[in-house]
Structure formats: C-alpha cells, structure tokens
Nanobody
Framework: QVQLVESGGGLVQAGASLRLSCAAS????????MAWFRQAPGKERELVAA????????DYADSVKGRFTISRDNAKSTVYLQMNSLKPEDTAEYYC???????????????????????WGHGTQVTVSS
C-alpha cells in the first residue's frame, strides 16, 4: 500500500510560480514511477508530468513544456512539480499518482492514462488569476 499526500497549492496571479510536493509512504519509493495529473471543473483528468522511478526519464504535457519541471528525491520519498509562468488555464485540482507496475522505468503513451496508476493523493488546488 502507498499513501500519497500533496501540498503546495494556492491562489496566485498569472506569471507567478508554485512548487507542489507529494510525500509518499508505504513502499520503496524508487521502485515506482510517479506523475502529476490535473483536473479542471467539467474536464477530464489529464497528465501534466511524469517521472520514472530512477528519475532519468520524464515526460510532460505539451501545454506545460518549458514551464513546469518534475523531479523526485528518492531519499525523501517525495516528488515535486515546479510550476513557473503560471497561466489561468493551469487552474485545476492537482493530483500525484504512483505506478508501481512501471518499476524504475517510464512508459509512454500508456503512462498518460489515469488507470495505469494504482495510488492517488487527495489533490491540491491551484488557482491562477488573470
């Protein structure tokens, strides 16, 4: 069993930065891929960024490339999402998710699909005002 707890969301103005954190517990953190998803009201949950268990492989949604950076600290069992140049369209509930099936690797495009992830946090709200 894996428990995930997100933090770092908030209300910011367009152009600002936020860093989300997701603390994991329960299993060997470096043995599973991690991802950040987001879901805005009335929209489907979408992948924002993902990182392999080793930290070597990363992937991003086109809408956030060049602005967001995913990273992980396996010693602290934590994954981060650094979000820069935030836009109003980034407003959403952000969730971290874990995919033990991927081990220390990352697989696209399967990894874009929420059902590939066995564990989810409760989410943290990010609101970007114009």
């Amino acid at each position: 069993q894996v428990q995930l707890v997100e933090s770092g969301g908030g209300l910011v103005q367009a152009g600002a930065s936020l860093r989300l954190s997701c603390a994991a517990s329960g299993r060997t953190f470096s043995n599973y891929a991690m991802a950040w998803f987001r879901q805005a009201p009335g929209k489907e949950r979408e992948l924002v960024a993902a990182i392999s268990g080793s930290g070597i492989d990363t992937d991003y949604a086109d809408s956030v490339k060049g602005r967001f950076t995913i990273s992980r600290d396996n010693a602290k069992s934590t994954v981060y999402l650094q979000m820069n140049s935030l836009k109003p369209e980034d407003t959403a509930e952000y969730y971290c998710a874990a995919a033990p099936k991927y081990g220390r690797r990352w697989y696209a495009p399967a990894g874009y699909i929420p059902k590939e992830y066995d564990y989810w946090g409760h989410g943290t709200q990010v609101t970007v005002s114009s």
